[in-house]
């Protein structure tokens, strides 16, 4: 009997658990969980802690905050408006992905509210933001390293915050979800974002060879992000921004694809690197990328955000008189020839500078030439003094042995007399018989004498 009370009421426990799990993940309750057991404002008298997180639905906080005419006094006399129109929040990325209002409000509790203080509504901004990282945490912990974390830590209360570029509750898609790439369409945005505090930087933007084409529907163009980064942007005034621009121009500028629509050339990095201004800079970058050098950069040419087509009448660098000014910045005595050494960041062709192209290829063919020519008669001679001294040494080497002989009084053996000693010696006995057998030839001798 124990028994079967036990089964009872393991199914019935099974039983439960599964009606659980099924009215948890259902269809009705997948996008805000537990909605129907939301309490709404009418039904609490208290203000409590919210006892779960995601448990009340979108359409119990805009029963409040999508009336217009909700209003919360700040410490320092400000009113801060607590309408949020309904539509604007619905076509946002956050809306329209079903993200919950109290994804991001975590502590705001059941209604009434917890009392939430604030010195102004700057102060609102600086309080809340923290919400954006319990989805965002990688890109807020990027934001840490930026210049705008820096300027805020020095007390700067203007520096920006998440929601002064993507504002709060009408947060836009920027990127495409399949591929990561920004949109077309977001980066006309972009500058407009940034322009809520750098106006006057925007406004030289939108007049520049990049920023006017960008206005013109260009999609191509840099845009600010493209320069100074998203979320980590470091401080364009610093020794190592300025060495290493010429690599961040050179990201669009060594495209070919991207060039060749444009006709420009992608040899601006090489032939830059290659000169003495590029080579010092380059050298500076890889040893010493904090120090300061004086020689100078892209933008210090080109310009920096009202950078001008080369091709304009006034501003132009392939007109000789404002390349001439340019140069005059940093030599003040270069007269007008000055400019005529620089080839606009082509490398000669028979199209570009056609005489040093030809120039160029002459001692190409020249120099191996006389330098091959060179090599081979340096290796004819050591090849003959080689020979040579390898076909004495042969002969010293051959007449060694004959030499030492004659010299010590050793006997020379031949073939023929190997081991005949005696033969050897009878010789040498019968030289003097053969003289003593002529003594009238001597006597005769000494007459004649």
């Keep these: 009997m124990p028994r079967q009370r036990f089964i009872a009421f393991a199914n019935a426990l099974a039983l ?61 006399g400000e009113e801060l408006d607590l309408y949020i129109d309904p539509q604007v929040h619905a076509n946002s990325i ?71 570029c993507h504002s709060a509750h009408a947060v836009q898609q920027l990127s495409d979800p399949t591929t990561g790439e ?33 206005t013109d529907g260009n999609p191509d163009v840099p845009t ?98 404002n390349l001439l000014v340019r140069c005059q910045v940093c030599h003040p005595d270069a007269n007008e020839n000055f400019p005529t050494a620089w080839m606009s960041h082509y490398i000669p062709s028979p199209d570009k500078y056609p005489l040093v192209y030809y120039v160029n290829l002459f001692y190409a063919f020249l120099i191996p030439v006389v330098l091959g020519g060179m090599a081979v008669l340096v290796v004819m001679d050591f090849s003959k003094i080689a020979r040579l001294r390898l076909k004495k040494q042969k002969v010293t080497t051959k007449k060694a042995p004959t030499h030492s002989a004659a010299q010590h009084g050793e006997s020379i053996k031949t073939p023929g007399a190997d081991g005949n000693q005696e033969a050897i010696e009878s010789a040498s006995q019968q030289a003097p018989e053969t003289q003593d057998a002529d003594p009238g030839k001597e006597e005769a001798s000494d007459e004649q004498k």
């Design 16 to 76: 439960l658990a599964g009606a659980s799990f099924f009215l948890w993940f259902s269809p009705a309750s997948a996008t805000y969980h537990q909605q129907e057991i939301t309490p709404t404002p009418e039904a609490s008298s208290a203000a409590q802690p919210t006892p779960g997180l995601l448990n009340i639905g979108d359409d119990t906080c805009l029963s409040c905050h999508g009336q217009p005419g909700q209003k919360l006094k700040l410490e320092n």
């Design 94 to 164: 956050h809306g329209s992905q079903g993200y919950a209002c109290v994804q991001c409000h975590r502590d705001i509790g059941n209604y009434p509210h917890a009392e939430f203080k604030a010195a102004d509504t700057r102060d609102v901004s600086l309080k809340l933001v923290s919400a954006c990282q319990y989805c965002h945490p990688r890109q807020f912990e990027l934001t840490k390293d930026s210049v705008h974390a820096k300027a805020a830590a020095d007390g700067k209360r203007e520096a920006a915050i998440c929601t002064d």
């Design 182 to 214: 920004l949109m077309d369409d977001s980066k006309l945005l972009i500058p407009q974002m940034c322009a809520r505090c750098h106006s006057t930087i925007y406004e030289k933007y939108a007049q520049s060879v990049h920023g006017s084409a960008l």
């Design 224 to 321: 600010c992000i493209d320069c100074h980064g998203v979320h980590n942007i470091q401080n364009p005034m610093t020794s190592a921004f300025r060495t290493n621009s010429p690599t961040m121009c050179a990201k669009c500028h060594t495209n070919e694809k991207l060039m060749a629509k444009y006709k420009l050339s992608t040899d601006v990095l090489n032939t830059y690197v290659s000169d003495f201004h590029g080579t010092t800079v380059t050298l500076f970058e890889k040893q010493s990328p904090d120090a300061p050098t004086n020689k100078p950069v892209c933008f210090d040419c080109h310009g920096v955000h009202d950078i001008s087509s080369v091709k304009d009448p006034d501003k132009g660098l392939e007109v000789k008189q």
